[in-house]
Structures are given as C-alpha cells and as structure tokens.
C-alpha cells in the first residue's frame, strides 16, 4: 500500500514536470516566434540598404551584391546630411531644455504644497485633452511672421518641444512620489531652505529619472513627423530625417528612393538605438515606476 | 434598489451576482449625473461667495486704509512704497505705467480691441480690407495691405489677456496694501524686498520653478488654444485667410454643418471617422494590452532562461524611431513589398483584391484596418511588456503560494490575483493609452496615410481609416481648399470626447482617487 502511494507520487511529480516542461517549450516557441517577427523589419531594413543591384522594391531579402552604394549616394546626392545635423542639434537642445522644464513642473507638483496646487494640476490634465496639433495653426502663422520656419524650423521646433513640455511631467512626478516626505523635513528642520533641499538633497536621489528625460527628450525629434512637417513646409535645408525620409516612400519617388531610405534609416537608427541601449535600464525604471503611477 | 449586504451579496449564484451588479450600476447613473449637476453648483455658489467675499474685502481696505492705501487703488504700489516695500512698489507701478501706455498708445491695446468685432455676427475681423489700387508711379496695380484678420483677432486676444492681468495685479496690490496695515496693525515688521527675494529660493520656491514652465504653457499651449476656439466661430479658410481677405464672424454657423446628417453636411463623414477613432482606440489599447501582459508573463515565467535577451528584442522596437520601422512596414505590405507579395499569392487573398480591383493590401477598406491594428500590437506589446514586467514583480509572491496551498490552478491564480491587481494599479494608465490612441497620428499617418480615399471632406481628402486627429491634420496642410475652422471645431469634439471618457473612467476606476495612496 505504502509502495503504491510512493509511486503514484513519483508518477504526479513526473507528470507535473512533463507538463512544465512541455508549456516551457511552447512559450520557446513563441518567444522564438516573437523575436522573428519582432527583429524581421530591422534585418530587412539592414539587408536592403546593402543591395546594390536596384534601387526599388523587390520580391527577396538576401541581397546579390553587397555593397555601400546607397550610403555613399546618401551623403553625396542629397541633403541627408544635412537633415541629420538638423535633428542631431534639435535632440541635444530639447533633451536639455526639455529636463529643465518637466523636472522643475514635476518637482513643484509632487514636493511643494502651495495654494492653488490642486487647481493647477486639473487644469493641466484639461488643457491636455485638446489635441496638441491644434495650437500649430497659430503658432505656425506666428513663426513664419518671426522667420522661425523653413530653413529656420529646426530653431522653431526646439521652442516647439520645449516651451509646452512642463505639461508632460507626469512620469518624472510619479517618481519623486516616491521619494521620502521624511527626507524633506529632517533636511528643513537641520536649516535648508527649500532651494537647497531640491539641489542638495533630491537632485542626487533623482539621477534616474533625469536620466530618463533627457533620453525622452533626446528621441522626441528624432520620433515625430506632425509638428515638424508642418513647421519646415517642404524646404529641404530645415528639414528632419522624418519629414525628408518621408518624401523618399511617396509613390512617385518609391523607385528611385526605397534602398536609399533603408540606408538613411540605418544610420539614423545606430545612434538613437546606440544611446537608447546604453540608458536602458533608466528608461525601464521611468516605464514601470512613473508610468503607472501618474 | 435595495443595496444587499456582503452575506446576503455572497449567497446569490453567479447568474443573480452579474443581474445584481448590472441594476447597481445602471441604477448609479441618475445618481452620477446627479452628482455631476450638485457639483457645478456647488462650484457656481462658491464662486459668487469668493466674489462676494473679495469686494468687501476691496471695500473694507478702502475704508479702513490711510490715505497711501486710499492712492494706491488708483496708483499701483503706492501703498508698498509707503509700508517700505520699495522694490514691489516700483514693480507695480511700472507694469501700471507700461500697461496705460500700451493700451493708450496709437495702435495699442485700445486700437485691436476696436478692430475685432467681438463675435458680431456677419462682422469682419478687422475693419481694413487689403486691395488692388492703381499706382501711378509703376503705372500698374499694386497690393496695398489691410488688416490681416490673425494678427488683429492675436493682438485683440493678447490685450483682453493683459487686462485681465492687470486686474489681478490690481486685487493682488490691493491684497498686500491689507496685508502691510495688519501687520503694522499689530507692530510687526514688514517684509523687506530682500526678504522678498530670500523667500523666491525657500518658501516662494514653487513660484521660482514653475515661472518658465508657466510661461511656456501659457505662451505656447493655452494662448494657441483659446485662439483656436475663438477661430471655430469665424470662417477663417484657405479663401478667407485674413490678409488677401479678411474672415468673419459666423457665430455656430459651421457647428451646423458638421452635425448636418442631410446631403451637404459633413454629418455622415464625422460620424464614420468618429466612429473608427473609437473602435481603433478601443482595439488598439486592449490588443496591446492583453497581448502585451501575456508576453510579459511569458518572458517572467520561472524557468524560461534568458529573460534579458526576450526584453532587449522587443526593446528595440522603441529605440528605433516610429517613422524608420513603420514606414519601412508599410511599403512590406504594399503591392510591390516583400509581404505583399507572399500574401497576394495566397489564392484566397489574391481572390478577394483582383474581384474587387484591388492593387496592393491597403486599398481594400477593411483589410487596412485589420492590418492597422495587427501592426499595432507590433509597435505597442513592447512598451506594455516592460510596464506589466514591472507590476508583475511587485505583486507580493506569498499571494501566489497561499493560492497554491489552497489548490488554485495556475489559470485561477492569474484571473484571481494578476489580472484584479494589473487592473487596479494600471486603471489610469489604460485611459492614457485609450486618449493617445484616439490621437495616434504616427501609426495611421505614416502606415496607410489614412488611405484607402473615400471622398473629400473639409478641404481635404478623407480616407477610410483617416483618425478625427489626421483629418485634422490633412484640413490644414495648406491647400487652396484648408478650412481651419473646420479644423478648430474638430479639435473641439475631440477634446469633448477624451472629456467626457475621462469623468466617465475617473468615476468608475477607484486606483485614481487617492493621489496620496502611493506615498
């Protein structure tokens, strides 16, 4: 009886295992599966910049020939460069600006009370519900008076993307939530004022997130295309990688353009992806620690 | 209805428990609107109290004060200067000085209100028509300039804000005038204006920060967009584009016409986009979200190895700019594109395109849309993986082995304790992501364009799976058909919508009550 029992046992515990093992190989499957599907676009991207036997659209991926020809004509036939200097610049001044005004809004909204407080929140939240695009008409109409479109967009846009930023603060808020009220207070009653309680005490803890939104602020023009085809209006000296590259897939310009674009889309991605690699670990902690908290 | 108790609740089958709780909510919508009508009033009757409140106030530092304070109500900062505060006294009475001056000023303040005909129906914005007049001198005619109706409706809306700052100026002087003649009352000392200046770094120290901000969000965000409103009762078009002709006021004229369902409205077209906005938002947030939380689960379960690499691919995703991996997606499915091809060979699919006249897999209406909302969960599992990874970690285990003690199975345990808890601590975030999706302009623009076409609407060509937010867009690309006060107004209904969803979701989610629960 007692032996019996034992190997009934031992069979469930087998069984047990068995099943694990067998759903542990189907999420393998999947995750495998997910890889492909998630990695396929890249490759492709990569693989097509390198044919050099066409320039359009074609039913294979492996190239017949390698070779650096579209990456040679990207710098020498158009203004990529010139595009990517654009961008480059408009990313080192929004990270910037951008980190000044969303945790400076943050810092007030989670750490300080004043009168008001509350008010100001709701009405950020409602400001926040009109469709930012709305505003570019009159701003549009206002910068092209002042000279800040065209070949100038890349200084129209940087005030663009910063001078309203203070409206997204809601991650950076989430994590000084989560700092320590005590801290504050132990540092206010040794003396600190509230300055030096912001610099002294909270900077040092807060280097995650900072770190965050300068990244945030880093890839924003690197990212978006609304704002900024609308502010450069088709001249191709102001323009960004999006709205050049964009040009390059219209059905007109599509044979002549599709592996150049793969080739300019390596190169935009190598240093947006390289720093986003590098800070990784902050942008996790922005994700799943401010994100839901809000 | 009688509310039951947790016993008598616990004793219903499942069948009662859903037929109970479905009369409980419909039976709190009455409620709920009741809630919302007591709460504007409360909000009307505490404003007529504050006002109320401050005229005496006004009225009483008038009486009361000495002959400084009595100047000062006409004389900004006199009462400062008098009480010693030289550097408030000096600053408010230069912004005095500087706001007369440019009200009074030829074509100041005073002039742009003149020219703007505030919401007169059938009145120009600007009173200057520009024209074509023969010049004697070139012997040919030549544009001579009016008014441009933008920069007299911007410059009429920047004086209404001045003087609307300058009335609080004007409350807040004579807020402090009171302030001075308490503390003097009493034999206390005054605040200096260094003092002033110590306290913008310590107890001021919210005014210091949140000045640049502010002054962003007013100049850039707010300013914009109560011109933009203002715009939706003009005729502000491509035609009328306020300098070769000036617009003019409509009143709701053009509200009419975007809820007119008859042959010549846009009733019909806004109603289809609204509708697909809706369901693209509704599908696109909770693919993801679903998906993406199955993926996270997956990559945390015990036993899988490397968990670092399963993250770092799907990372990726986010690192690379939208445009590049859209774009390059979209022309994958397009008639010529790797995947376009394979799938147009499949008999099935190549079918339905050649019977329909099809070219590639975006011109056929609903296949665009299933297509939008697969590529999607493609862009979107990525960051819900992370999010849902970092949730997932904070779920306390001991739940999970009292369940396994209790005999719960693995599929219990993620309807009993994950799914309840991602919920609870995700509820805002999940109406975040719903409102960006409503206006998720990088995915649609830049997969299909709003493509497959359906007709013109607005001054713009409308398109099958066009979002409120790309017709917006495509309404003031700058043809010679933009309509801008159509889309002002679409602006305003999308606005609306994400309002009325938040109060909706804000009532009913309990985690986004309570800011200070985290802390």
Request: aromatic share 16%.
């Amino acid at each position: 009886m007692k032996k019996n029992d034992n190997n009934a046992l031992r069979k469930k515990s087998l069984s047990i295992k068995a099943s694990r093992r067998i759903s542990n190989a189907i999420i393998y499957v999947l995750l495998v599966a997910i890889t492909i599907v998630w990695l396929f676009p890249f490759v492709g991207i990569l693989l097509e910049s390198f044919k050099t036997e066409t320039k359009m659209q074609t039913a294979y991926l492996f190239p017949k020939e390698f070779g650096f020809d579209h990456y040679v004509r990207l710098f020498k036939e158009t203004d990529f460069l010139k595009w990517f200097i654009n961008t480059a610049i408009m990313g080192v001044a929004t990270s910037v600006l951008q980190t000044v005004f969303i945790l400076s809004m943050s810092y007030v909204l989670s750490r300080l009370r004043f009168k008001g407080r509350k008010g100001l929140m709701n009405f950020m939240l409602i400001l926040g519900m009109f469709p930012g695009f709305l505003t570019m008409i009159l701003i549009y109409k206002v910068f092209s008076d002042v000279g800040l479109t065209m070949q100038m967009a890349p200084l129209g846009l940087i005030i663009v993307y910063c001078a309203s930023s203070g409206m997204g603060y809601y991650v950076s808020k989430g994590f000084f939530d989560t700092i320590p009220k005590s801290l504050d207070e132990a540092a206010r009653v040794d003396g600190a004022t509230r300055f030096q309680v912001f610099y002294k005490v909270i900077m040092p803890l807060s280097k995650p997130i900072v770190i965050y939104t300068i990244l945030m602020g880093f890839m924003a023009p690197w990212g978006d295309f609304m704002l900024a085809s609308y502010l450069i209006h088709e001249n191709s000296q102001g323009m960004s990688v999006a709205v050049g590259m964009f040009e390059w897939l219209s059905r007109t310009n599509l044979n002549t353009y599709y592996t150049m674009f793969c080739a300019a889309g390596v190169i935009v991605a190598i240093p947006v992806v390289a720093v986003f690699l590098a800070l990784q670990k902050y942008y996790v902690e922005g994700v799943t620690g401010g994100a839901v908290k809000g | 209805m009688k509310r039951l108790n947790d016993l008598e609740y616990l004793k219903l089958n499942k069948f009662q428990a859903f037929w109970y709780n479905l009369l409980m909510f419909i039976c709190a919508i009455p409620v709920w609107f009741k809630n919302v009508g007591l709460g504007i009033w409360r909000f009307i009757k505490s404003c007529g109290i504050t006002v109320k409140n401050e005229v005496l106030d006004i009225g009483t530092t008038f009486a009361k004060g000495n002959w400084a304070v009595k100047l000062s109500f006409f004389l900004l900062g006199f009462g400062n200067l008098y009480y010693g505060q030289v550097m408030r006294g000096i600053m408010f009475l230069a912004f005095e000085l500087i706001f007369f001056a440019y009200m009074f000023v030829p074509s100041g303040g005073l002039y742009w209100l003149g020219k703007c005909n505030w919401f007169v129906k059938g009145a120009t914005v600007g009173t200057v028509q520009g024209g074509f007049e023969y010049d004697p001198i070139y012997d040919t005619d030549v544009w001579v300039a009016g008014d441009d109706s933008v920069k007299v409706l911007l410059y009429a809306l920047l004086t209404v804000i001045f003087i609307v700052a300058f009335v609080v100026t004007w409350r807040m002087q004579v807020k402090q005038c009171r302030i001075c003649m308490d503390i003097r009352a009493k034999g206390k000392k005054i605040k200096s204006g260094k003092d002033d200046l110590k306290s913008l770094l310590d107890d001021q120290f919210h005014k210091t920060l949140l000045a640049l901000p502010l002054t962003g969000i007013i100049a850039f965000t707010i300013l914009p967009i109560i011109f933009m409103v203002l715009i939706a009762f003009t005729s502000y078009d491509a035609a009328h584009d306020g300098y070769s002709n000036l617009f003019s006021w409509v009143g709701f004229e053009h509200f009419n016409e975007i809820f007119d369902f008859g042959g010549g409205g846009l009733g019909l077209t806004f109603g289809e986009i609204l509708a697909w906005t809706l369901m693209w938002a509704f599908f696109a947030t909770f693919t993801n979200y679903f998906l993406g939380m199955f993926v996270a689960i997956m990559i945390n379960k015990k036993g899988i190895k490397i968990k670092k690499f399963w993250r770092t691919v799907l990372v990726m995703t986010i690192a690379i700019p939208q445009f590049v991996s859209l774009l390059y997606v979209s022309k994958l499915f397009d008639s010529s594109g790797l995947i376009g091809r394979v799938l147009g060979q499949i008999p099935f699919i190549s079918n339905y395109l050649t019977t329909n006249h099809f070219i590639s897999l975006w011109d056929s209406p609903i296949v665009a849309k299933i297509l939008l909302i697969v590529i999607n969960i493609w862009v979107g599992i990525p960051y819900i993986m992370l999010m849902a990874t970092g949730i997932l970690m904070n779920i306390p285990q001991d739940l999970y082995e009292s369940a396994k003690i209790d005999g719960a199975s693995s599929t219990q345990q993620f309807t009993k304790i994950t799914l309840p808890y991602m919920l609870f601590v995700t509820g805002p975030y999940l109406l975040t992501s719903f409102v960006g999706n409503l206006n998720n302009f990088n995915v649609i623009y830049l997969l299909s364009g709003g493509n497959p076409i359906k007709g013109t609407a607005g001054g713009a060509s409308v398109g099958h799976t066009d979002l409120l937010i790309t017709w917006l867009f495509k309404m003031t690309l700058g043809s010679t058909e933009s309509k801008y006060y159509l889309a002002s107004i679409v602006g305003i209904l999308i606005f609306l919508v994400v309002a009325v969803l938040s109060l909706i979701v804000y009532n009913v989610i309990p985690s986004t009550k309570n800011e200070e629960d985290y802390k």
